[in-house]
């Protein structure tokens, strides 16, 4: 347990003890699980035994780990590059509702874009065998080494005590939209705030007082564990407990307000599991304000007791769209600038809530669409993350919100292919209202019906203006039935005739066998990519499928598609529907390998696909597309598979890259000479589900992130990347 197992990979490797007496009773086995730092069980019969055993797995995969991108805010002074500072999400996965979480922020080393410590030292901070943080390293704001413990360190460790946090929320029949008036403001003062709204009509004045201060922060039933950063056992309330729940897949988002490009003014936006939209201060580290909608109210309640009989529960766990208007584009927000975040619940509810940041010290409520009525009764679980933009109704101009209808909850449970009760939609909203602009679904109670949406669409939307107009002119999307969607926006049109749109691929159980094995689902979104292919311009779109919601599952086939569409500046006459017959199998890698008959089948098909080659392998990530490359990243459940010395695991990720045009390798990652089908991927150091790709640029140059990896790809030869309009030529 002490000692390092092997010395030839960095950090500490030990040998955690964990032992079972089968119907006997053993100090000696109950010592030795003592000192090896794990459990010691007692089974009486075979059943027994593996639920122990189950027990002591799940305790292992219990790992502070991170599931979403890295991000680092733009350098608002020098657009084409990022700033060398990088921040990560972090959480652990406990078997209680409530799962500890927090925010980090490490460096990028000047010279290589390397992640390094805070603290000056400029050691490395990640542990090149587990592609996680080492034991040693340190970020931010806490000045100690925290390593992999999520709940040292970071943000958390910066939180205001309970009585001095600025706490918002958001209700029926507010007076103001102003979250920090005093009506707005979660405290024990408020008599807005009722028992019946937090489900604890049982609850003495005194109790709910004391219920109010614990979801304030108050440590009321001395739940601090004395082995944090800060906790004791003293029997003390009159401080903080852990407050930070688990930011499972909200994206931290990082915005500057001004400042100099030495000493900027940022502040850090993210969601939690615990229901809190927290906002940091980047410099300190410490909370600006929280905002927790009433949505989120009876859920304090569980995470309070926190009895493992419950399962994890959720709160605003989906991704923040921010919409930064600088009129002079000098990196300042003042006069008729502002800032606007918009965020979804993802399985915390179905409601999309709209905040305006301009005053960091008095944030507003724009607007609060609420899924399930009304014009958005369709409206499932909002995992669908808004995409800003533009469009031309009538001859003006209007900034709008895109979103798809989220995930039927239904889709957990069914193995084969399934219709819908919710989340068959597509939405287009006011961004400065909410209200309704344009609808697609099933029925005729949208603006506009497909009778092909049958089946909900969880995944964002990918809005492309590819005509540079700054106009947007298409939508393509996924949904849970493995179809591929392709709307056209009709710009200058009335509302009612403002999108046209079908399904371009049926690629889940398109030859009418229904069965698991093949029932692929799209719960994220496909990548769009302007291209040139034997001197003609099209649209490649990239998608891969899996069962997201179920990672471990081994049942499908699942694939990674690109879609070929020549209908490029135009919509096309009829949206027509390819199926896998439509498209080139290329998972032999018969081009890559220089077989003529195999080019030749793949120009004249609509695209291509491969079989992921393992069993449960499933894309669970956006796909990039860079330099006419793509990137994506993979899971494969494999309790077995141990990619790397001594690291628990419950499978395994790999990062992908293939030529876009015909789905060969880019690197040689295995060791045969030549470009062969393995080279396709390489496994990632975590064994942990791992989001999208993602290119940060900086002084130093440009490079590919995974989590916390730089995988063994070559830096992209960019140049600078700067986010920009479609182009044509």
Known sequence: RTKDQASRHDGRQSVITHTIGFNFSSPWLEAVATHGGGSYKEASNAAQLVAEVQDILEEVLEVDS?????????????????????????????????WPGNLKKYRLRETDNEIIDFDGTGELAVDPTTGFFKDDSRSAWGGVDDGTVVEISGAASRMPLYNARNIYTSYSGMSTNVLSDASNQLTTGNTNMTKAMFNVSAMSDAEFAAHLQWVRGKDVDETYPASL????????????????????????????????????????????????LHAINSETGVEQFAFLPEAMFSAQAELRENTNTVQHLYGIDGNITPWVHDENGNGIIEGNDFVRIYFGMRRGGNNYYALDVTDRDNPKLMWQIQGGVGDFAELGQTWSQPVPGTVNIAGTAVDVLYFAGGYDADQDDVSMRATDDSGRAIFIVNATTGALIWSGGPTGDFTATFSDMQYSIPANLAVVDVTSSGEDNMIFVGDMGGQVWRFDINNGNAAASLVSGGVIADLGVSTGINSADNNRRFYHSPDVALSEQSGEKILAITIGSGYHAHPLSMDTNDRFYMIRQTDVFTSPGTYTKLTESDLYDASNNEVGEGVLSAKAAMNAADGWYFTMPHTGEKVLSVPLTFKNKVSFTTYEPN?????????????????????????SPVNEWDDIEGFTEDDRAAFLKTGSIISEPVVLCTEAGCNLFTGAEKPPIDNPDTGRVVKTFWRKD
């Open 639 to 663: 309790p077995n598979a141990v990619a790397n010395d001594c690291v628990p695991s419950a499978g395994s990720s790999r990062i992908y890259q293939v030529n876009l045009e015909d789905a």
């Open 66 to 98: 991170t599931f979403v991108a890295p991000v680092a805010s733009i350098n608002q002074f020098n657009r084409a590059n990022h700033r060398g500072e990088i921040y990560f999400s972090v959480f652990r996965p406990t078997d209680s509702p409530s």
């Open 229 to 276: 950063q800060g906790g004791n056992s003293n029997g003390v309330t009159n401080e903080n407990r852990y407050i930070m729940g688990d930011p499972l897949h909200s994206k931290p988002i990082a915005i500057t307000y001004g400042g100099t490009e030495e000493s900027p003014d940022i502040s850090v936006f993210f969601g939690t599991n615990a229901g809190f």
